[in-house]
Each structure stands twice: as structure tokens, then as C-alpha cells.
């Protein structure tokens, strides 16, 4: 079961933005960890940015000052603002839950994610 829905991908050339969307149904998010990842084709899946539920957060090297995590718990919606996008971010994006940043394990299962694709 996925707990989570990514949504928000598409196609943007390079130096763009998009900005992704996680919304839960059935619980609150308010308790805990939320994190993206995203998986390149023919590259392992790789940890992007989590948010925790006192609102720290962290991001990968290859996204820091460009990728903004936020999450608004009366929406019960997380975000990841992605500014100057670069062809080097295309992926799935997928977003979990889990009990803390970084998150080891998630809450029920990958869900399909969301494609970005930059590219002129």
C-alpha cells in the first residue's frame, strides 16, 4: 500500500522549475519524516532531500541552493521546490515517509513517482 501521491513532474528545460507535490490520505503527516528520492534511468535510486517533523531538513550536495523540501500539515502535502534545473536531474521522483531523516525505511511500499525531465 502506498500511503502517499506524488504528483507535479513534467518537462522543462534547462534552468527551469517545477514544483513536485506529496499529498497523504488515510493518516496525517504531521508525526513524521517525509523524504524524495529519485532514480535516473540505468542509476541506483538516490536520497534528494528529507524534511522531519520538527521541520529540519537536509538535501543532497548535488541540489543544495537549488531544491527547496517544505511540507504544509494542514494540507497534509509535502513539496520539493526545484529551481535551475540542470539534464543531470532527470528522474523519477518519489516520495516516502518514514519515522526520521534520512529515512532508512520507508512506510508501506514505492510508490510510481512523478518524471521530471530537463532537457532543451
Known amino acids: 500500500q502506498v500511503p502517499v501521491v506524488e504528483s507535479g513532474g513534467g518537462l522543462v528545460q534547462p534552468g527551469g522549475s517545477l514544483r513536485l507535490s506529496c499529498a497523504a490520505s488515510?493518516?496525517?503527516?504531521?508525526?513524521?519524516?517525509i523524504g524524495w528520492f529519485r532514480q535516473a534511468p540505468g542509476k541506483e535510486r538516490e536520497g534528494v532531500s528529507c524534511?522531519?517533523?520538527?521541520?529540519?531538513?537536509n538535501y543532497t550536495d548535488s541540489v543544495k541552493g537549488r531544491f527547496t523540501i517544505s511540507r504544509d500539515n494542514a494540507r497534509n502535502t509535502a513539496y520539493l521546490q526545484m529551481n535551475t534545473l540542470k539534464p543531470e536531474d532527470t528522474a523519477v521522483y518519489f516520495c516516502?515517509?518514514?519515522?526520521?531523516?534520512?529515512?532508512?525505511?520507508?512506510?508501506?511500499?514505492w510508490g510510481p513517482g512523478t518524471q521530471v525531465t530537463v532537457s532543451s
Open positions: 524534511i522531519s517533523s520538527d521541520g529540519s531538513t
Open positions: 516516502v515517509v518514514g519515522w526520521r531523516c534520512p529515512i532508512r525505511a520507508i512506510f508501506g511500499s
Open positions: 488515510g493518516f496525517t503527516l504531521d508525526y513524521y519524516a
